[in-house]
């Protein structure tokens, strides 16, 4: 990439992996179950190289892949994306042991990885969870260590992405006294693990998604990832990276709105000519193309500064989810209006991306968030100076 544009060789790249997606992966999310983890998905994604690529590319590699695959097939960016949340931890802060064991099947298709995170009373408030893990001499055995070295979680997290079916968890728990960020540490919990349940939930877009429940489940020094008490660490550094790539995800629902608006009024005959003739029409799809442009360039922006390791990563990504994803609800719902009724037919491709696009303005992050954090990134430079 050189200033803002993409080179020849990362745009032929992602037009390549646009149509792959339309050709060998909607195929294959078109035949699984709406809600539950599509294990055939995962498979031709890890066969085709993908998953790989998540874990082997920086941050602005990770949003050409999410945007081109969900320009797509969303169903494939979401099972590519997925794989790399819960399994990212384990990549930076995993033990050798924790990663032989797990990395290479998540990278293939064969384990499913989910980063739980979110609780009822902890969603937007990261640091507000109370899922806990009271020492237990006893618990060591029954997660991975020595005994007399463990604890137990006790509680619940919800909005899940991947539960109940994930085969291990990036689980975030409170092992130290009071609130806030101090004394949360992360987990690697095998699903297998006793006294850990979970169940559905049924959604406006059916993602495999739902929520689990702890009943002193055992976890040991080895189950850790990284060190006790640096376990939003753990979570803020995988948000870091991913939340420029929620972006890319967005920037490709709108410009696959944005592509399907442009087809449809230009050849949509009304009132002596064709939509797009109409001067409200075209203005609209102008604002569309010029919004849509502007969020990609800025997510494009945020993932070079964390490659670069910029100081200001953190801004940065926040605004780049935040106008994202608030750019792709404007485009799509605006698509919806220009086609009219026949964008609000089930398996019409702007009324599944009207389901999916409301999702991301809320998750890793909800926009309300993104707003308190570059604001407070933009007062504390003020203050600093």
């Known amino acids: 990439m050189t200033g803002f544009a993409l080179g020849v060789d990362q745009e032929e790249w992602c037009g390549q992996l646009r149509a792959l997606a339309v050709r060998r992966l909607r195929p294959l999310a078109e035949k699984g179950e709406p809600g539950r983890v599509n294990r055939p998905l995962l498979a031709e994604l890890g066969e085709l190289g993908l998953l790989e ?26 099972a590519l ?5 819960g399994a990212y931890p384990v990549l930076r802060a995993g033990s050798e042991e924790q990663r032989e064991r797990w990395l290479p099947q998540v990278r293939a298709g064969r384990a499913v990885a989910a980063f739980a995170l979110s609780e009822p009373g902890a969603g937007s408030d990261a640091a507000a969870l109370a899922l806990a ?14 005994a007399g070295a463990g604890w137990r979680l006790s509680g619940e997290k ?13 689980v975030f728990a409170r092992t130290g006294e009071g609130p806030g960020a101090k004394g949360v540490s992360a987990f690697l919990v095998p699903a297998d693990r006793p006294g850990l349940s979970g169940a559905p939930l049924d959604m406006l877009s059916p993602h495999p998604i739902g929520s689990l429940t702890f009943d002193g489940v055992p976890v040991g020094p080895g189950d850790l990832l990284g060190e006790p008490g640096q376990g939003f660490r753990v979570a803020m550094d995988t948000l870091n990276l991913f939340r420029p790539s929620v972006g890319a995800f967005a920037v490709g629902m709108a410009r696959a709105a944005l592509d399907a608006t442009l087809a449809y009024t230009a ?34 922006a945020a993932a070079g500064a964390y490659d670069r390791g910029a100081g ?49 303005r809320i998750y890793e992050g909800a926009s309300e968030v993104q707003r308190t954090i570059i604001a407070k990134e933009l007062y504390g430079a003020v203050a600093a100076r």
């Open 53 to 78: 690529r998540v874990f082997a590319s920086g941050a602005l590699d990770l949003c050409l892949l999410r945007e081109s695959l969900a320009y797509g097939c969303t169903e494939a960016e979401t």
């Open 81 to 85: 994306a997925l794989q790399g949340l």
């Open 133 to 146: 893990a009271t020492p237990d001499p006893a618990a060591g055995a029954g997660g991975a260590g020595a």
């Open 158 to 170: 919800c909005w899940i992405s991947n539960a109940p079916e994930a085969d291990f968890y990036t």
């Open 267 to 300: 050849d949509r005959t009304a009132f002596g000519g064709t939509l797009s003739d109409l001067q409200a029409v075209a203005h609209r799809v102008a604002e569309m193309a010029t919004r849509t442009e502007a969020a990609r360039l800025l997510v494009y």
């Open 312 to 360: 200001d990563v953190p801004r940065r990504a926040a605004m780049a989810k935040l106008l994202a994803t608030e750019t792709a609800q404007y485009v799509v719902d605006h698509a919806v209006q220009l086609h009219g009724a026949v964008a609000l037919q089930r398996g019409h491709l702007l009324e599944h991306l009207y389901r999916e696009v409301r999702a991301p």
